[in-house]
């Protein structure tokens, strides 16, 4: 039964088990779209400084250097919106991203009163994590009005979303900090694909001025260096916000000893201070979107039109009954391998995701395969 008594659900990629060996044989082999893990190097000037900090012999300290929570705010303030002129918020590096989601419910002392709301259509672990600590997850409709939400201790956002690519705007921001002020619930922001924005001019951040009107109390903003600066091997993100709520996180990662290496911290700093980079790495991912969605005009699936941002197209086959395990599975047929919609959620079983972070040689490949295939039972539908 495992640790959690059968609590937590299987680890959906195992499942594709069978389509990645199909895919592989393939003559001209498989092109794995699946898992968003970068395929571009880290930027000259981070490696640089995580060489030149690399004589760390020393425990690095839990809530990160002086100048790296200096370099956070900084950048909150320069590219997320944050007033510089209103109160400070906490901040705290953290070993990536994905630790903090699965542990953040446990560490902010929910249980089995609590309960965990997150988008219907998510990335698995903020189920994941309230499950860890004994909380109930909710999904929600986040797009919906929030005063028809039932009462939650902690709501999850994630904006641009995963894998859907919705963005939330100031005012669905507006509303549901409101509404979180009026019920109590802390809200934490899964903001990792803020700056990788394709059909709208921003993807707003809940510590942004026009949000949050001053008032930090109740709000972490998580964010993660992969995407954008192509830091997914370095495991560096960070979480900002309430002070209130910061400081107690800091506190019990360090009884756990959750500690971001120094030579990572540095990388940070410089990743944090430099914006050319982050521009060369959208400029890359815009465009491989154009060349899939070149490539997918004649298969039959179509983008979802609120699709406008993050790392991903998020596809359906609106003129058939094909379900996203299905469409999978007919791709698996060229040798290209996407994940079905079901990871992400009961309501997105009609979908697939298919991930912008393949070299460049793939994504033309797969691009290529593409405009010579149509789905079966599926008509040809303009993206």
Request: aromatic residues 8%; glycine residues 10%.
């Amino acid at each position: 039964m495992g640790l959690y008594g059968g609590a937590l659900p299987d680890f959906p990629w195992d499942s594709l088990a069978e389509v990645r060996q199909r895919a592989a044989s393939y003559p001209a082999g498989a092109v794995d779209l699946t898992i968003g893990s970068p395929a571009d190097p880290v930027p000259e000037v981070i490696r640089s400084a995580f060489t030149t900090a690399a004589d760390a012999h020393g425990y690095p300290g839990n809530v990160g250097t002086a100048r790296l929570r200096e370099e956070i705010v900084s950048w909150l303030i320069r590219r997320r919106g944050l007033d510089a002129n209103g109160p400070q918020p906490g901040v705290l590096p953290t070993i990536g991203s994905k630790e903090l989601i699965a542990l953040l419910p446990a560490f902010l002392g929910l249980g089995a009163p609590d309960t965990v709301g997150y988008p219907a259509v998510a990335y698995p672990t903020y189920d994941v994590g309230a499950r860890l600590a004994g909380a109930t997850p909710v999904p929600i409709d986040i797009e919906s009005d929030p005063h028809t939400w039932p009462k939650l201790s902690l709501l999850w956002l994630n904006s641009p979303g995963n894998p859907d690519g919705h963005v939330l705007d100031m005012d669905q921001l507006r509303r549901i900090r409101q509404w979180a002020k009026g019920t109590g619930t802390v809200i934490a922001s899964d903001e990792c694909y803020g700056e990788l924005v394709w059909d709208v001019a921003q993807a707003p951040s809940i510590l942004d001025a026009g949000v949050c009107e001053g008032d930090l109390r109740g709000l972490l903003c998580v964010y993660s260096l992969s995407k954008q600066s192509n830091l997914a091997g370095y495991r560096a993100a960070f979480v900002a916000g309430d002070p209130s709520l910061i400081g107690p996180l800091a506190e019990v990662r360090k009884h756990a000893g959750f500690m971001v290496p120094g030579p990572v911290q540095a990388a940070m700093v410089a990743a944090l201070a430099d914006d050319a980079h982050v521009e060369r790495q959208r400029a890359r991912y815009a465009r491989r979107r154009e060349a899939l969605l070149e490539g997918f005009i004649h298969t039959g699936l179509v983008n979802d039109p609120k699709s406008v941002a993050g790392l991903y197209l998020w596809l359906s086959a609106p003129r058939s009954s094909l379900t996203g395990r299905q469409i999978v599975s007919a791709l698996a047929d060229i040798g290209i391998i996407a994940t079905p919609g079901d990871f992400y959620g009961e309501v997105s079983a009609g979908y697939i995701r298919v991930s912008l972070t393949a070299p460049d040689s793939d994504i033309a490949q797969a691009a290529e395969r593409l405009a010579q295939f149509r789905l079966p039972g599926a008509s040809e539908a303009k993206l």
